[in-house]
């Protein structure tokens, strides 16, 4: 934690967003950089490739649910009611349209909103789902996510707000507790939320789902410090750090880290710092937890809803669970 009188004299580079999460998480220690630096647009192309990888087996296998599943999805949501469609973290929503058609199969005209922090993929979402599923009018909004939801006039639908492709594992336990809660703050009892979560599993097809043979993941992590030396004029060597994918039983989650091939000090320009690394030291650059039955319950519970019913595929590795506002 720094002081306000210690921010302020910092450089101007070091007020924005950008600045002050590198500042903060490489002058702590251990070193960290928080996951939310991975997604420039380069970061974004190369997660769009990760949920491609044979050994990424998260996106297959919620589609595969949501593909099976979707009606009977929809159906349980609704209760017979209208619903009205909230995505968090949308992207290009391509595992979306699966439940968007169900809807449509069940009333006709579905009004969906699309929540994301970056513009470009929500224009992609827009045209497409109007291109392919006539009835679906996209709202797309670029806002955090529970400012996003808070004036969505839902005219008396029933609001349905889709979290899914296991976003809600990368934030601290308290933290998506946090999150779910204010969402949650926005609805009414009855709304419903999807969460698709990742559940525990052997340990191996975990880390290998971070530490894939083609090496994209390790692109993606280690673009964290391209876009620093871009950003910030920093002069980090990508090629002198290594991409670490390791599995935290104690806190059931896959951590990946970058780790100093050598002792080298890295020079960030905007920030007028110089950030010393020992040999083998590593800068924690993402959490993915990994989720069971009961974690999923006292994680929603805590955050006002009840769940309702859960799919999942053949071998349980991933879970969409269907919660009620309460
Ligand atoms: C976005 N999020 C759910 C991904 C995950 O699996 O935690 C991010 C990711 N990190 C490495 N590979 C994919």
Redesign the pocket.
């Known amino acids: 934690m720094h002081s306000l009188s210690s921010i302020l004299s910092l450089p101007e580079a070091a007020q924005t967003a950008v600045g002050a999460e590198v500042y903060a998480g490489l002058t702590a220690r251990p070193k960290t950089l928080s996951p939310w630096l991975f997604y420039d647009e380069e970061g974004s192309r190369l997660?769009e490739e990760?949920t491609e990888l044979p050994e990424?087996y998260?996106t297959r296998t919620e589609r595969g649910i949501f593909a099976r599943h979707a009606d009977e999805i929809l159906r349980a949501a609704a209760e017979g009611e209208t619903l009205a469609m909230i995505e968090l973290g949308a992207g290009t929503a391509t595992k979306t349209e699966l439940l968007l058609k169900a809807a449509v199969r069940r009333q006709e005209a579905v009004d969906y909103l699309a929540i994301d922090v970056s513009e470009s993929p929500l224009t992609v979402a827009k045209q497409r789902i109007e291109r392919e599923i006539p009835g679906v009018t996209t709202t797309p909004r670029v806002a955090d996510y529970t400012t996003g939801v808070a004036d969505f006039p839902a005219d008396g639908k029933r609001r349905m707000v889709l979290y899914i492709?296991?976003?809600i594992?990368?934030f601290e336990p308290a933290h998506a507790v946090k999150l779910l809660r204010d969402v949650r703050a926005h609805l009414s009892p009855g709304d419903q939320l999807l969460l698709g979560v990742d559940r525990v599993k052997e340990r191996s097809v975990v880390v290998r789902a971070?530490d894939d043979e083609a090496g994209v993941?390790a692109a993606?992590n280690k673009n964290v410090l391209v876009r620093i030396n871009r950003e910030l004029g920093a002069n980090f060597n990508p090629r002198l750090f290594r991409h670490r994918a390791r599995w935290n039983h104690e806190h059931s989650r896959i951590e990946?880290h970058l780790e100093s091939l050598i002792a080298q000090q890295v020079s960030i320009g905007a920030l007028e710092m110089e950030v010393k690394f020992a040999r083998g030291e590593t800068i924690h650059t993402?959490n993915?937890y990994k989720f069971t039955g009961h974690g999923i319950s006292s994680m929603v519970e805590r955050a006002g809803f009840s769940i309702t019913q859960c799919w999942t595929d053949e071998r349980e590795w991933f879970g969409v669970y269907l919660a009620t506002a309460v």
């Open positions: 997660f990760i990424y998260l492709g296991s976003s594992g990368n971070y993941t993606f990946m993402e993915s």
